[in-house]
């Protein structure tokens, strides 16, 4: 069984510029995460999905981060405008429920220059 | 009451010696406490996790304890091999959250 796909895995953009970032959860996985994980730290919980609706967003940034999960299934995740600050690996998971192991993608980094 | 403490930051261990990583939380509602393990350019992977219920959980060379009156858990590797040098993140969950530890990079000396 396929894992938890992210794309891209690098993205290279400069400062005010938008980007955007796709998750495909496991099959079956009501559940989605998506964090962000500066370097040497812990997944940091940006939004949690429960099929399609957004049930944490405390920690979203929302004047420049936004988040849609379509059908309850694929996910994307933007950032417009994009800032120095900005420059992490964002991370998406994916579970039967909270309480349930949760799995991985690999991630993508992001680097704003 | 939200945060996850997580010790060390980093661990040198010899081959075949034990690696512990320490996770201390606040909060008794957390119910779920999972451990992932990450190596470099991956994401985290579940490596073992425990429910409140149970003092202690083994699945080969890792264990946790669990100390629900301390509100403490930790990770032991025995017999710790190269190849378990990685990140080690420890979270709680409960129904409604899920905090994550800051991790502690583990190295194994060959």
């Known amino acids: 069984e396929a894992g938890v796909v992210q794309s891209p895995r690098y993205k290279i953009i400069e400062k005010k510029q938008p980007v955007a970032f796709w998750c495909n959860p496991i099959s079956g996985h009501n559940t989605l995460y998506w964090y962000l994980q500066n370097l040497g730290q812990g997944p940091e919980l940006l939004i949690r999905?429960?099929?399609?609706?957004?049930?944490?967003d405390s920690q979203l940034p929302k004047d420049r981060f936004s988040a849609e999960r379509l059908k309850g299934v694929d996910s994307t995740l933007k950032i417009q405008p994009a800032e120095l600050g900005d420059s992490a690996v964002y991370l998406c998971a994916s579970s039967l429920t909270l309480r349930d192991p949760q799995y991985f993608g690999p991630g993508t980094r992001l680097t704003v220059l | 009451q939200q945060q996850v403490k997580q010790s060390p930051q980093s661990l040198i261990v010899q081959k075949g010696g034990i690696s512990i990583i320490n996770c201390a939380y606040e909060?008794?509602?957390?119910?779920?406490f999972p451990w992932y393990q990450q190596f470099p350019g991956k994401g985290p992977a579940l490596l073992i996790a425990i429910r409140p219920d149970v003092s202690e959980k083994k699945e080969g060379r890792f264990t946790i304890s669990f100390n629900k009156s301390a509100k403490q858990f930790s990770l032991h590797i025995m017999d710790s091999q190269p190849g378990d040098s990685a990140t080690y993140f420890c979270a709680a969950a409960r129904s409604d959250k899920i905090i994550f530890g800051k991790g502690t990079r583990l190295h194994i000396l060959p």
């Open positions: 999905y429960e099929n399609e609706e957004a049930v944490d």
């Open positions: 909060n008794t509602a957390f119910d779920y």
